[in-house]
């Protein structure tokens, strides 16, 4: 059983360009949290969805990032025109229900670097 | 606002050594769960020991056990019979019941020593 799976690994981007992180739930997960993890700081909660569903965003700024989990396919976080401050590791995780304490599961992450 | 907070930003421990790591968290809340991660150089993030909040036995897995006093809001890690690759930063994470997002201590660097 394959764990969480994150693509890209490392990810490169321009000021105003755009970033597509991409995340694959363990086999029979659908739920899916994005968090975000800052250099020498924990990981902040970004969002939480269901298949075609955001539950929580409550994490997520306002402007410039969006998620989505559809019915076929990955996670995907985007993030529109990239700041210096967007920098930092990004990870998934996925649980198999909604049942309250259940176990995350997280990915290796990826770092996005914007030049 | 829960809180999670670990304050010792890193720790060093001789191998086959025990160590203990101490994390407090501030909530209102009766149901919850915490959690630690371990997360090594590769940045994997990797689930230590779960415990849930209604339980006053403390959890175990193996070499890693909790100190969990919930009066106190205390949940500590011990960490027996150091091993090299338990050197990693170790977060501590509380979810309130009914929720799903979990909340972060900033972490403890752990290096074991040969």
């Known amino acids: 059983n394959a764990g969480v799976m994150q693509n890209p690994r490392h990810l490169v981007r321009r000021r105003g360009q755009e970033a597509r992180l991409r995340c694959s739930p363990m086999?029979?997960?659908?739920?899916v949290y994005w968090y975000r993890q800052l250099p020498e700081e924990g990981l902040k909660f970004m969002v939480y969805l269901q298949k075609e569903n955001i539950i929580d965003e409550s994490g997520m700024p306002k402007e410039r990032f969006s998620a989505e989990f559809p019915k076929e396919g990955p996670s995907i976080l985007r993030i529109q025109q990239v700041v210096r401050g967007d920098s930092a590791a990004y990870f998934c995780?996925?649980?198999?229900?909604?049942?309250?304490?259940?176990?995350?599961?997280f990915g290796a992450g990826t770092r996005l670097s914007v030049l | 606002a829960q809180t999670v907070t670990q304050s010792q930003p890193e720790m060093s421990v001789q191998e086959a050594e025990t160590v203990t790591l101490s994390c407090t968290y501030d909530t209102s809340e009766n149901n919850y769960y915490l959690f630690w991660y371990k997360q090594p150089p590769s940045r994997q993030m990797i689930l230590v020991i779960r415990q849930e909040a209604y339980k006053q036995q403390n959890a175990t897995e193996n070499r890693f056990s909790v100190n969990f006093q919930k009066a106190a809001k205390s949940f500590s890690l011990k960490i027996s019979d150091s091993q090299l690759g338990d050197t990693a930063m170790y977060f501590c994470a509380f979810m309130k019941g009914g929720n799903n997002d979990m909340r972060f201590g900033a972490g403890t660097r752990l290096t074991v020593k040969p």
């Open positions: 086999k029979g997960h659908s739920h």
């Open positions: 995780a996925s649980s198999p229900s909604e049942g309250s304490g259940d176990i995350q599961y």
